[in-house]
């Protein structure tokens, strides 16, 4: 069976929000997490698809569902944990609890503020998954990466573009690999793991590459919100 889980624990601080976590702002008259969710919504492949949210903002994410009509989908909302993995494995639980255990479920991970991601990129993550066991949905590095030396005050190395990629998601894999592959890590090791791929790859999984979309963008601060809403008022996404 196939899965997706959005991931919308965080609480809005790089944005510096009192009130109102960054995945419930409105953009374009909704809440991120709603234009997050009607994309997945779309793709007719999922079995269910769950929401990984902070155990205070529960109540006001089934609002939502309601409110716009989601409710009728197959949509659970999941108490997160302190960490995206921990997040991670709270729906991962649920999962199991929900359609029992299996070598063959596949999870579509993806950030609840990104909204512009393609039906095209989760269809990918999907196949991939189901291909290789696991993957990363990255887009090619344009700028010079360099990698500095443990004081952070100097360049250590600087690596070749040509085999540098940024991190996007979803990040997609098989359910129980990544259980497997997290209860083989020390509390230490995944407490500076703040990525699903990381898990796996600290565990020895292999993981393959998803061509992303530069219009896959993460709304982590004020400036990435300002450029979603141009990119909506300009037409270069469709929402």
Same mark, same amino acid.
């Given at each position: 069976?196939?899965?997706?889980?959005?991931?919308?624990?965080?609480?809005?601080?790089?944005?510096?929000? =009192?009130? +109102?976590?960054?995945?419930?702002?409105?953009? =374009?008259?909704?809440?991120?997490?709603?234009?997050? @969710?009607?994309?997945?919504?779309?793709?007719?492949?999922?079995?269910?698809? /769950?929401?990984?949210?902070?155990?205070?903002?529960?109540?006001?994410?089934?609002? +939502? @569902?309601?409110?716009?009509?989601? %409710?009728?989908?197959?949509?659970?909302?999941?108490?997160?944990?302190?960490?995206?993995?921990?997040?991670?494995?709270?729906?991962?639980?649920?999962?199991?609890?929900?359609?029992?255990?299996?070598?063959?479920?596949?999870?579509?991970?993806?950030?609840?503020?990104?909204?512009?991601?393609?039906?095209?990129?989760?269809?990918?993550?999907? %196949?991939?998954?189901?291909?290789?066991?696991?993957?990363?949905?990255?887009?090619?590095?344009? %700028?010079?990466?360099?990698?500095?030396?443990?004081?952070?005050?100097?360049?250590?190395?600087?690596?070749?573009?040509?085999?540098?990629?940024?991190?996007?998601?979803?990040?997609?894999?098989?359910?129980?690999?990544?259980?497997?592959?997290?209860?083989?890590?020390?509390?230490?090791?995944?407490?500076?793991?703040?990525?699903?791929?990381?898990?796996?790859?600290?565990?020895?999984?292999?993981?393959?590459?998803?061509?992303? =979309?530069?219009?896959?963008?993460?709304?982590?601060?004020?400036?990435? /919100?300002?450029?979603?809403?141009?990119?909506?008022?300009?037409?270069?996404?469709?929402?």
């Amino acid at each position: 069976m196939i899965f997706a889980a959005i991931l919308a624990g965080g609480t809005g601080t790089r944005m510096d929000l =009192d009130n +109102l976590p960054k995945q419930f702002l409105l953009l =374009d008259g909704k809440p991120i997490l709603i234009h997050t @969710l009607e994309k997945f919504c779309l793709c007719a492949r999922f079995d269910a698809l /769950y929401i990984g949210v902070h155990k205070d903002w529960l109540s006001h994410t089934n609002e +939502l @569902l309601q409110k716009y009509h989601l %409710d009728g989908f197959p949509l659970h909302v999941v108490s997160g944990g302190t960490t995206r993995n921990q997040t991670i494995m709270n729906i991962l639980e649920r999962i199991e609890g929900d359609f029992g255990s299996s070598a063959e479920h596949i999870v579509v991970t993806h950030d609840s503020v990104r909204p512009f991601v393609l039906l095209s990129t989760i269809e990918a993550n999907i %196949d991939a998954a189901l291909a290789y066991g696991a993957c990363d949905t990255v887009i090619p590095a344009t %700028d010079t990466i360099v990698r500095a030396d443990q004081s952070g005050q100097a360049i250590e190395r600087i690596p070749t573009r040509d085999r540098m990629y940024q991190g996007q998601t979803p990040q997609s894999f098989k359910l129980q690999a990544f259980k497997e592959s997290y209860r083989t890590l020390d509390e230490n090791t995944l407490a500076a793991l703040t990525d699903a791929c990381k898990v796996l790859l600290e565990a020895g999984v292999s993981v393959r590459l998803v061509a992303g =979309d530069v219009t896959n963008i993460k709304l982590t601060t004020i400036m990435d /919100y300002k450029i979603a809403q141009a990119m909506i008022a300009s037409g270069v996404v469709d929402q």
